[in-house]
């Protein structure tokens, strides 16, 4: 018997703090199990929710405000798998103001800042750091989610150049795009292409 999807969005705490909506909007939808899921983690602590939830549940469609905060998390996890050997990973002011202007509406959305993200990234880098007491990065992400085995990876391809006669073959390196918006590592871009003879 599969459960009813219930009613599920986040909330930011005049602290800066995400916790489950009380009274979440109507089209904020997803299943039950992510629900009890979520509600679990966040009594770990907002950093360990949000990295549990952008781990887990990379590229599926969530409620806009839990989408939000799995989108950081993605964030930070793509930071991680870029420099596993870091202890600690500094946050992109940048990229988390540009993800802050890309907020849904939410309830306490007032007190979504820059300083409020800052905040959560730095509990996400100490969650991380908990959680791989024993294990190491690559093993955890497996014990997460397949998706996350292929980012960061380069492939080489050859590839049959027909447009010119003296350099039939051109080699081609691809990588995955990270995981960050909700994004499945599905797509390549090319990021050298050197033609030989």
């Known amino acids: 018997m599969t459960e009813e999807p219930i009613l599920l969005a986040l909330a930011i705490s005049p602290q800066g703090v995400p916790h489950l909506d009380v009274r979440p909007s109507p089209e904020s939808t997803a299943p039950a199990a992510l629900a009890r899921e979520l509600a679990s983690d966040l009594a770990r602590g907002p950093g360990f929710a949000i990295l549990q939830l952008a781990s887990r549940h990379p590229g599926e469609t969530l409620p806009p405000s839990v989408a939000f905060f799995r989108d950081l998390g993605a964030l930070f996890l793509a930071r991680a798998c870029a420099a596993p050997e870091e202890a600690s990973h500094d946050a992109p002011a940048d990229e988390l103001s540009r993800l802050l202007s890309q907020a849904p509406p939410m309830a306490g959305g007032e007190y979504l800042r820059p300083a409020t993200l800052q905040a959560l990234w730095t509990a996400l880098d100490s969650a991380l750091s908990t959680e791989l007491r024993g294990t190491s990065l690559e093993q955890w992400f497996k014990d997460r989610h397949a998706a996350w085995n292929v980012v960061g990876r380069v492939c080489f391809h050859l590839a049959e150049n027909k ?12 990588s995955t795009t990270p995981l960050d918006q909700g994004v499945a590592p599905v797509s390549w871009r090319a990021v050298q292409e050197r033609v030989v003879s």
């Open 163 to 174: 447009a010119d006669e003296d350099r039939p073959f051109a080699f081609l390196a691809t």
